[in-house]
C-alpha cells in the first residue's frame, strides 16, 4: 500500500524523535561547569554564627537586716574618719599638747620602751612650745593637727574659717619643724562633719577618730588619782583589739602618765603597737 507524502514525514519524523531520545539516555547527566562544582555547599546556604557577648553582673552592695549600706569598720567614725589603723598594729594617739609638765615625762615612757605613737598637737599649744614638736619629731613619732584652739564647734563653721584653722595650725608646726609631715587630723571631741573631713583632705591630711576611748579627761567629783589610773587602764585593757586606734591626752594629764607605765608593758605583749605611718 502506497503511503501519501503526509503520512511518510510524519513517520519520518517519528523516527528521529525515537533515534534523538535513544542518544540523550544513553549519553548520561549533563556536565556542569567546573567552577560550580568546587563551590563547597556550605559556602552557598551556611550564616556566620555571632558572637556572644558576654555580660558582667554587677555584684549586689552588702546591706545590713534593716537595708543600711554595710561600712567598713576602718572608716565608721564620724563623717569616714578612720577608727581603725587598717593593719593588727594598736596605735597610741595623744591629745592637746605639747604640755611642758606632762608631754616630756609622756616622750620619756615611750623612748623606754621604744614605742612610738602619734600626737595630735593645738596650734597654740605648738606656738608657745615649739621645742617640745622638736622633741616628738626628733624620736620618730607621729605628728596629728588638732587645730588652732581646740574648738569643738569647727565643723560647723563655713569651709573658708576651717581652712584657715587648719593651715593656721600646719604652719605652726612647721615653722617649729620645718618641713615637718603632717598626715593626720584629728577634730576635737571627734565632733567630725563632711566639709570639716574634705577641708583636712584638701590640706593632705586624713581624718581621725579612734575605736577606744578611756575618757581619761573626765575626773569624777571625789575621785582618787588612784581610782582614775584603775579606770584607764580597766578600759583600755577590755576595748583594744588588733588594728585598734587608742584616744589618749597629754596635757594636764598625769594620771595618763601613770596609767601608761602599766599599760606599755600589758599593751607590748598583746599587740603590736604602732605609731600612724606618717
Known amino acids: 500500500m502506497r503511503l501519501s507524502r503526509v503520512r511518510k514525514a510524519i513517520l519520518l519524523g517519528l523516527v528521529l524523535l525515537a533515534i534523538g531520545a535513544t542518544g540523550r539516555a544513553s549519553a548520561g547527566p549533563i556536565a556542569q561547569p567546573a567552577e560550580v562544582l568546587a563551590v563547597p555547599a556550605t559556602s552557598v546556604s551556611a550564616k556566620p554564627k555571632p558572637t556572644p557577648v558576654k555580660t558582667r ?76 614638736v622638736r622633741q616628738i619629731v626628733a624620736q620618730g613619732h607621729t605628728l596629728c593637727n588638732h587645730t588652732w584652739d581646740h574648738s569643738l564647734k569647727l565643723g560647723k563653721d563655713p569651709e573658708a574659717k576651717i581652712r584657715a584653722d587648719l593651715s593656721r595650725t600646719n604652719a605652726a608646726i612647721r615653722k617649729a619643724v620645718p618641713g615637718a609631715k603632717i598626715k593626720y587630723f584629728r577634730a576635737p571631741g571627734g565632733n567630725f562633719t563632711p566639709r570639716l573631713v574634705k577641708t583636712a583632705k584638701d590640706l593632705g591630711m586624713i581624718s581621725i577618730y579612734w575605736k577606744v576611748d578611756p575618757r581619761d579627761w573626765e575626773h569624777k567629783k571625789g575621785e582618787s588619782s588612784a581610782a582614775h589610773q584603775a579606770k584607764v587602764i580597766r578600759q583600755i585593757e577590755k576595748h583594744c583589739r588588733p588594728g585598734a586606734i587608742v584616744l589618749s591626752h597629754d596635757y594636764a594629764q598625769p594620771d595618763t602618765i601613770a596609767a601608761y607605765r602599766k599599760l606599755i608593758p600589758w599593751l607590748k605583749k598583746r599587740y603590736t603597737l604602732v605609731a600612724l605611718p606618717g
Open 57 to 132: 553582673t554587677p555584684k549586689p552592695k552588702p546591706t545590713k537586716p534593716d537595708g543600711r549600706k554595710v561600712v567598713n569598720p576602718r572608716f565608721a567614725g564620724p563623717a569616714g574618719s578612720h577608727m581603725l589603723t587598717g593593719t593588727k598594729g594598736v596605735a597610741l594617739t595623744f591629745d592637746d599638747g605639747p604640755d611642758p609638765a606632762e608631754t616630756p615625762k609622756m616622750l620619756k615612757l615611750l623612748a623606754q620602751h621604744h614605742v612610738k605613737a602619734t600626737f595630735c598637737l593645738v596650734g597654740d599649744n605648738v606656738r608657745r612650745h615649739p621645742a617640745l
